[in-house]
């Protein structure tokens, strides 16, 4: 078996080998499924080509999860005061300019291209996760919906993104990082987080792949009995 996110094949098959199926997650519910977008504001999109080609991919997911009868979220960032040990680790320049791109501008607000409805779900995070206590109420706005499977897209893969998803994860969600939908930093970084979440902490999946498990699920909910269906 071959992962259609490149996933390199000796850790595949090792995956395989421990539970004989490719995806830990056959199968979608729709209606307790929600895309979490993360961070695709203005100044960060404007600043990273990877990210501008893949809203297409992005939009594409919303739609399907809307159209199943799941939930999108979208994920902002902004920090009210400067985190105690972020100069020490970042330096104090790039510190100061993660701290002002979530006060001022395009920081704060949706890339325009991506389209968001208002059924739709907004949070703000205050640290790198969407899912750490206290730093973000996404959790509690998608538990009000019922929602037990996550999907992850948006950037940076492998910090903000894998951030959460990993929290996620330990919330006992299940969670797809969706390989076509997110943007990590130099080569490499992007790939390593979607080995290490494949092998031990969730799915990964590319986005027509999600579309197809959403649409499959949909339609054949829609053929049930009705009584049936108040069953599931």
Known sequence: MQHPSGIPQKIVNKVVARRGRLHAFESLAPEATALVVIDLDESSVQ???????????????????????????WVLSRMDAMPKHFSAILGEALAEKYFNDGHAGGGTRLWAGLHMVR???????????????????????????????????????????????????????????????????AHGLHEATLATFYRIFGDVRPSAEVIGLLQESHQGAAYLPTSSRNRQ
């Open 47 to 73: 600043a990273d080509p990877v990210s501008q080609s893949m809203i297409a991919a992005v939009n594409a997911l919303a739609a399907a999860v809307r159209a199943a009868g799941g939930v999108v979220a």
């Open 119 to 185: 059924e739709d779900v907004r949070a703000t995070k205050s640290g790198a996760s969407a899912f750490f206590p206290g730093k973000c109420d996404l959790k509690a706005q998608l538990d009000a919906h019922g929602i037990d499977t996550v999907l992850i897209a948006g950037l940076v893969t492998n910090i903000c993104c894998e951030s959460s998803a990993r929290d996620a994860a330990e919330l006992e969600y299940k969670v797809i990082l969706i390989s076509d939908a997110l943007s990590g930093h």
